[in-house]
Structures are given as structure tokens and as C-alpha cells.
């Protein structure tokens, strides 16, 4: 850069590399404008794309750098990928990602009056940053801007970029962007994709780990704006996913059914129909010849002091877990019970049913907040 008083608009993919980024290029150019730009339609899902947006806002804040947060174009993205889902990381898929991502960074330049252009993707350990290098100057000189080909990843780079994020606790994602790249690397940990689960009822979005994660940190915003001190840490925890029941008669009627939280497959294999036979009944509960059990509404209704009027009220609008769990502890008389519940209008002894359901427990980790003042100490953010 010949003048350093210039602006460089600065392409930004997440905190834990922006802050570092963003910190050397200060240092490099003090007198320089910095515009942040965050444009990243290849994260998914949504929620973690809001999410590490939430967390770049907090970086760029306390660097002072302005930040323009663009549009979501997640179709333009998914159009541009087509025929490269398979692709491995570091692949062809990424070459078209960058390219995109830069492309679009040029174009706001133009439109800003704004000369020079770099990427944060640039910081990276995991990016090919030769590649990047190459494509900046390209899409830059294509556009006649100059691209900001900065290097502070050498000399123990790296490190320091770690020791900042560290300090200052930002967010730190364990997958590129991509629904594929999250796939593949879930599959390499023997695990689901749970950030892109998302429930049905609006009232249990706080039980799914992205949601309690984007509560967490938008709390910690709060947290730091009031000055209340606080303590980010890691915690273990399952999370129950259901996927689907599908419950029919023997004459193949679909019956409406509510599947009580924890109750885990009958089968792995997500198709599968078994047929069930209620057997015994006691104590209002009908157990079948599988480790199935029926209630009706009016059962569920009185273990759970609720009034809902149909099984699909109860599907929209279930009540909080705690009372959900509170439901089966009462059935099963243990803490820990698994077993498959289901909730129905009515059923009777004998009666034989054809059933097809699918669920996972799975164990996340997931950040939570110890507040640290005098009354709060020992307590947790709240949210949950
Ligand atoms: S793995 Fe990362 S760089 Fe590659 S396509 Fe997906 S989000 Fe883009």
C-alpha cells in the first residue's frame, strides 16, 4: 500500500481469525481505514452463521473496525457448489467458495470507492493461503483494486492467533462453514450433524445445542456491556433429537401420537416397522410385547398437570423438558428410563398397532456462563 492513510476493506470469515488478522493489519497500517465485511453465505445453518456473526460484531467492537454484515444469499451459494457436494475440504468446492466470497468483497470495494481488499480466510491454518494468495490478486487486479496479500500465519504467527483467541474467549467452531464439511466431519467422529436439527415447537429451540449456544453468547454480550463478571467454560451434555412416529391401526389408519421426550428407537434403521400389541394394562398405562408403552392424552393431561385438548396441540406446544421427564420418571419409576412412550387419544387391550419411529440421544458439548458477582456466583446464565 502506498498511501497508508487509505481504507482496505477486509473480507472476514470468523472472530478467531478476524481478531488476529485484523489486529497485525492495524499494526501494520495505524493510520488505515479497516472495513469489515462479513460475507459468508457458505455457513450453515443460519443460526451458526448468526452466531459467529454475533461473535465477529463483539471482535470488531473491541478493535475498533467498523463492520457491514451482507446478505444471507445461501441459494446463490448452494447453486454455485452444485456438482461438488462430494468434494473433499480443500477441494474444488472451497476454490468456487473462495472465489465467490472475494468476488463479492471486490464488488463492495468498487461500490464503496475503496482501493484495497484482503481476506481474513487468509489467517487459516487449515486454508491453502499460496491458493488465496493467487485468487486475491486475480479477483483484485480484475476489478483494478490491489489486494493485501498479508502473512501472519509465519513466525510463530499461529500462535499468537491461538493466545488471542484464548484471551479473549471468542467463538470457536469446530467445522469450516458448510453443510458438507460439517457432514464429513461429523461422520469422521461417529456423530450426527446436530446444528442442522431443528425442532417443530418453537418452545423447545432452547433445547437444542445451537440455540442454547447463540443465547449463551448474546448473553455474554449483555454480561460485558453491564460489567458483570463472568466465566465461559465447556460443558458435556446429551441432547434427544426426535426425527419421526408414525403410528398406524391394523386396519393402516394413521393415528395421531406424541413420542415423550428420551424415548429412543425401537429399531437403528430409521424405516423400519414393527408391529406392537398392547398386552397388559395397569395403572392406566398399556405395555406391549416391546419395550413400548401407550397413555392416553388424559393420562399425560394428569402426570404433567397440563390441559391439552388434542395430541397435535401437544406436538406444536409440548410443555418444558423438566415436566416432560418428570412425566416418564412417573411411568417408569427409574431416573433414567429410555424406553418408547407414546401418547394417544384412546387404546384398549389387545389392540395391535404397526409402528415406525426414529430418535437419537447424543452427547455435545456446549459453552455455558458462571456468572462471578457476589449474589450470582455458582449460577449459570439462566437461559436454560
Ligand atoms: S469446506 Fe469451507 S471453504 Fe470449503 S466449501 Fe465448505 S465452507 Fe467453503
Keep these: 500500500m502506498q498511501n497508508s492513510n487509505e481504507s482496505i476493506l477486509v473480507h472476514i470469515c470468523c472472530s478467531v481469525d478476524s481478531h488476529h488478522f485484523l489486529t497485525e493489519l492495524r499494526a501494520l497500517y495505524p493510520n488505515a481505514r479497516l472495513v469489515g465485511y462479513f460475507y459468508n453465505p457458505n455457513i450453515h445453518p443460519y443460526e451458526e452463521y448468526q452466531l459467529r456473526l454475533l461473535d465477529v460484531a463483539r471482535s470488531c467492537a473491541m478493535l475498533g473496525v467498523e463492520l457491514i454484515d451482507e446478505s444471507y444469499d445461501v441459494t446463490t451459494w448452494l447453486c454455485a457448489t452444485e456438482g461438488q457436494e462430494d468434494a ?28 484495497h481488499i484482503t481476506t481474513t480466510l487468509l489467517t487459516s491454518p487449515l486454508k491453502p493461503q499460496a491458493e488465496l494468495f493467487a485468487l486475491g490478486e486475480a479477483i483484485a487486479s480484475d476489478s483494478g483494486l490491489c489486494f493485501v496479500a498479508l502473512d501472519c500465519r509465519s513466525n510463530g504467527g499461529t500462535q499468537k492467533q491461538q493466545n488471542r483467541a484464548k484471551q479473549d474467549r471468542l467463538y470457536r467452531q469446530n467445522y469450516c462453514g458448510c453443510f458438507y464439511a460439517l457432514q464429513s466431519q461429523r461422520e469422521r467422529a461417529g456423530k450426527n450433524p446436530s446444528e442442522m436439527f431443528c425442532p417443530i415447537a418453537q418452545s423447545r429451540y432452547l433445547e437444542y445445542p445451537i440455540h442454547q449456544r447463540i443465547a449463551t453468547y448474546t448473553r455474554r454480550i ?59 394394562l395397569h395403572n392406566d398405562i398399556g405395555y406391549t410385547d416391546k419395550q413400548a408403552m401407550f397413555i392416553t392424552l388424559s393420562t399425560f393431561n394428569a402426570l ?53 419411529h426414529y430418535a437419537l440421544l447424543q452427547e455435545e458439548t456446549i459453552e455455558s456462563l458462571l456468572l462471578l458477582g457476589a449474589q450470582d456466583s455458582h449460577k449459570d446464565s439462566g437461559n436454560f
Design 222 to 280: 449483555e454480561l460485558e456491556r453491564e460489567k458483570i463478571p463472568y466465566h465461559l467454560y465447556k460443558k458435556q451434555q446429551s441432547f434427544y433429537y426426535p426425527f419421526f412416529t408414525r403410528l398406524t391401526d391394523s386396519k393402516q389408519n394413521l393415528l395421531p401420537c406424541y413420542t415423550l421426550t428420551h424415548s429412543l428407537s425401537l429399531s437403528r434403521q430409521p424405516l423400519r416397522k414393527q408391529k406392537i400389541q398392547i398386552c397388559m
Design 88 to 115: 473433499p475440504e480443500k477441494g474444488e468446492r472451497c476454490g468456487i467458495c473462495f472465489s465467490m466470497r472475494l468476488g463479492k468483497s471486490a464488488q463492495k470495494a468498487k461500490e464503496l470507492g475503496i482501493a
Design 304 to 356: 404433567c398437570h397440563t390441559r391439552y385438548a388434542s395430541i397435535a396441540q401437544l406436538l406444536f406446544a409440548p410443555p418444558p423438558l423438566s415436566r416432560e421427564i418428570a412425566v416418564r420418571r412417573a411411568i417408569e419409576d427409574i431416573d433414567y428410563g429410555l424406553s418408547l412412550i407414546l401418547v394417544v387419544q384412546e387404546f384398549a387391550l389387545h389392540q395391535s398397532f404397526t409402528l415406525s
